[in-house]
């Protein structure tokens, strides 16, 4: 149990490419779903926490308006790099965890290695 | 201020038994999580601690002292696949996760 999904897995565009990002929990619900960012031989960045029907919270100094976070449902978020540049060339993860289990742990994707040439 | 403190990187050999320390300063304190993450890959749930002892998992065993603010991840019988890197990652007091800068460990045949 506890699968999530998160698609695309690699994404190669050009520069000022809009990118989403899908992120699904597969066998149960997740009221709560978070956006990580890794740069390469570094640790896991937040970038934002996606709640279920509201506006996601932004960790300091991720832009709002770059990365567009919805979750439209118990079982889907999105993040959308807009006008994606190469320095946001990164592996973006989601992580889901099973609403109103606050003591289980996170589930990842797979992420998505994102590269802006 | 949060802080989490794991070593950045150590080298095991295969066949033999080693000790990842994690070492944390949050504001509150509601369970710590060691994640196993291969290069490339994304993290995968290895362990949860939310009350002082050990808990152990085949392999690998994880300690927890609160009032100490440490932990550990033990990992016998290395095999080459267990080369990654350990996440130690603590949820506080808002039930987000504060994540360590992690440990890469190399195991040598």
């Known amino acids: 149990g506890a699968v999530v999904s998160q698609h695309p897995s690699r994404v190669i565009c050009k520069s000022g490419t809009s990118v989403k990002i899908e992120c699904r929990s597969l066998d149960f619900q997740a009221t709560t779903m978070f956006w990580y960012r890794q740069f390469p031989k570094q640790s896991l960045m937040l970038m934002a926490t996606?709640?279920?029907?509201?506006?996601?919270?932004?960790e300091q100094g991720v832009e709002k308006d770059k990365f567009l976070i919805n979750h439209a449902s118990l079982t889907l978020s999105t993040l959308t790099v807009t006008s994606a540049h190469p320095e946001d060339s990164s592996f973006y993860i989601c992580?889901?965890?099973?609403?109103?289990?606050?003591?289980?742990?996170?589930?990842f994707g797979d992420g998505t290695r994102l590269s802006i040439l | 201020g949060q802080n989490i403190d794991q070593p950045t990187e150590m080298t095991a050999t295969e066949g033999a038994i080693v000790q990842i320390n994690c070492t944390y300063q949050t504001s509150g304190f509601n369970g710590l999580f060691w994640y196993q993450q291969h290069a490339g890959e994304a993290p995968t749930f290895l362990s949860y601690n939310v009350l002082d002892g050990l808990e152990e998992k085949g392999r690998f065993s994880s300690f927890l002292s609160r009032s100490k603010g440490y932990s550990y991840l033990l990992l016998k019988e290395l095999q080459m696949k267990d080369s990654a890197s350990y996440l130690c990652a603590v949820k506080g007091s808002n039930y987000q996760l504060i994540w360590g800068a992690g440990t890469k460990l190399i195991i040598k045949p």
């Open positions: 996606s709640n279920e029907g509201s506006k996601a919270t932004y």
């Open positions: 992580s889901a965890r099973d609403s109103g289990q606050e003591s289980q742990p996170q589930h």
